[in-house]
C-alpha cells in the first residue's frame, strides 16, 4: 500500500493564480482531511469530507474548494492565491471519525506564493 | 473553544536523556480525545497515541510514555533514553466529543537529539 500520496511536493505560484493539489488514498478510509501548516504552527483543518460526495468546512476553508468524486480522491483547489496561503499543506485519511481513529498523512506540499 | 498548548518550542538533550514534552489543554466538553503525532524530518505526521477524557491510565509503550492528568488539564509525553532517531517535532492534539473530525493541534515541539 503507497498509503496517502500528495502531488506535487513543491510549488510556486505567482498572486491571483489557481492550481490544483491532489491527493489519493489506497487504503480504502471514508474519511479524508485536508490541513495547513504554517511555520512554528500546528496543523489546522481546512476542508474534510466523510464519504463520496459528502464535503465540509473546516477551521481555515477560505479561499480553498474541494470535491470527493470517488473515495481515494479528495483534491484542493486554490483559487486566485494569496501570499497569505504559503504554507504546507497536508492530506490525511482515516478509516472514520479523526476523533476515534488515528489519521495517516501524505508527505505535504509546500507551497509558496509570491 | 478548544486550545492545546506546548509551552516548550524547542528541548535539546543529549541521546540517553530522558525528556517530557508537555501539553496543556482547554475544552469544555467532559467527553474529548487527546493525541500524541511525531513529524520526523521526512514530513508526515505519524500517529503516537490517542487517549479519551474517561482514561486516566498511564500508558507505556517501549521507551514512550505518557501522562494523562484531568486536575491539571495536561497529557505529558515522556521519551525515556532518548534516541537520535527520536529527533522530530511532536504536535499534541484535541478533539472535542461532538466534534468528532476537528482536531485542534498544539504549536509543537522540536526535539533534537544530539549523539
Known amino acids: 500500500n503507497a498509503g496517502v500520496t500528495q502531488t506535487p511536493k513543491f510549488r510556486i505560484l505567482k498572486i491571483g493564480q489557481s492550481m490544483t493539489l491532489q491527493c489519493t488514498q489506497d487504503m480504502n478510509h471514508n474519511y479524508m482531511y485536508w490541513y495547513r501548516q504554517d511555520p512554528g504552527m500546528g496543523l489546522k483543518l481546512i476542508y474534510y469530507s466523510v464519504g463520496a460526495g459528502i464535503t465540509d468546512k473546516g477551521e481555515v476553508p477560505n479561499g480553498y474548494n474541494v470535491s470527493r468524486s470517488t473515495t481515494e480522491d479528495f483534491p484542493l483547489r486554490l483559487e486566485l492565491a494569496a501570499p497569505s496561503q504559503t504554507s504546507v499543506y497536508f492530506c490525511?485519511?482515516?478509516?472514520?471519525?479523526?476523533?476515534?481513529?488515528?489519521?495517516?498523512f501524505g508527505p505535504g506540499t509546500r507551497l509558496t506564493v509570491t | 473553544a478548544q486550545k492545546v498548548t506546548q509551552a516548550q518550542t524547542e528541548i535539546s538533550v543529549v541521546e540517553k536523556e530522558d525528556v517530557t514534552l508537555d501539553c496543556v489543554y482547554e475544552?469544555?466538553?467532559?467527553?474529548?480525545?487527546l493525541f500524541w503525532y511525531k513529524q520526523p524530518p521526512s514530513g508526515e505526521l505519524v500517529f503516537l497515541i490517542r487517549r479519551n477524557s474517561f482514561d486516566e491510565q498511564n500508558e507505556i509503550s517501549g521507551r514512550y510514555s505518557w501522562n494523562f492528568q484531568k486536575s491539571t488539564s495536561s497529557f505529558n509525553f515522556t521519551i525515556t533514553a532518548s534516541q537520535v532517531v527520536d529527533s522530530a517535532v511532536y504536535f499534541c492534539a484535541l478533539s472535542e466529543g461532538n466534534a468528532g473530525n476537528m482536531l485542534t493541534f498544539g504549536g509543537g515541539t522540536r526535539l533534537m537529539v544530539k549523539p
Open positions: 475544552t469544555r466538553d467532559t467527553t474529548y480525545y
Open positions: 490525511a485519511s482515516s478509516y472514520n471519525e479523526a476523533s476515534l481513529y488515528e489519521q495517516y
